[in-house]
């Protein structure tokens, strides 16, 4: 079990969380909650490793989803109260944490349908347009420049999966 705030996988989340410079380096996402876990790993994409609360009830969908992850060849480990409250991103977590590689999928020919996204400033907007763009069948969104950084916790969490099933992209202009 992880208890020190100082272990080498604890400030890779907290960094990876904090800063979009290290998730973009790294090429990594943080993602938390059982849901969003379970829908890239249901998506076909397995984390590096997860952390959970040493605390959660056998019975829990968290530890259902560490058992699947476990079983999947996933290295998942306990950590104390005190160093799941420093991972965690949101104020009443589900109890599991997870790092995933940067997904990238490939871009499609010809697309029916693109959506491009200028100067979204609000995580979660961000989140919910990309959410919905899956739901309507949108081939790719690209990102103009100006919007905020797809790979930040508050847009994966709003996007709900839609960034292990949909081709995104982030556009410079000249």
């Not at 969003?36 to 998506?43: R, V």
């Not at 590689?101 to 919910?128: F, H, K, Q, T, Y």
């Not at 508050?154 to 202009?173: D, E, N, Q, S």
């Amino acid at each position: 079990m992880i208890t020190s705030p100082r272990n080498p996988r604890v400030k890779l989340i907290r960094m990876l969380a904090q800063r979009r410079r290290a998730r973009h380096r790294e090429r990594k996402l943080v993602l938390e909650g059982v849901r969003l876990i379970g829908d890239a790993f249901g998506a076909g994409f397995a984390p590096e490793f997860a952390l959970y609360r040493a605390a959660l009830p056998p019975d829990s969908g968290a530890m259902s989803l560490i058992r699947r992850l476990s079983e999947g060849g996933v290295e998942c480990i306990p950590v104390s109260d005190e160093v799941y409250s420093l991972i965690s991103q949101t104020e009443h977590g589900q109890g599991v944490v997870a790092v995933f590689r940067m997904v990238e999928l490939p871009l499609p020919e010809s697309p029916e349908l693109v959506l491009i996204a200028d100067r979204i400033a609000d995580p979660g907007n961000l989140g919910a347009l990309l959410r919905t763009a899956l739901a309507a069948g949108v081939g790719a969104v690209l990102l103009a420049p100006g919007t905020v950084d797809h790979t930040a916790p508050k847009v994966l969490r709003a996007a709900m999966g839609a960034h292990f099933r949909l081709p995104i992209r982030t556009l410079r202009w000249p």
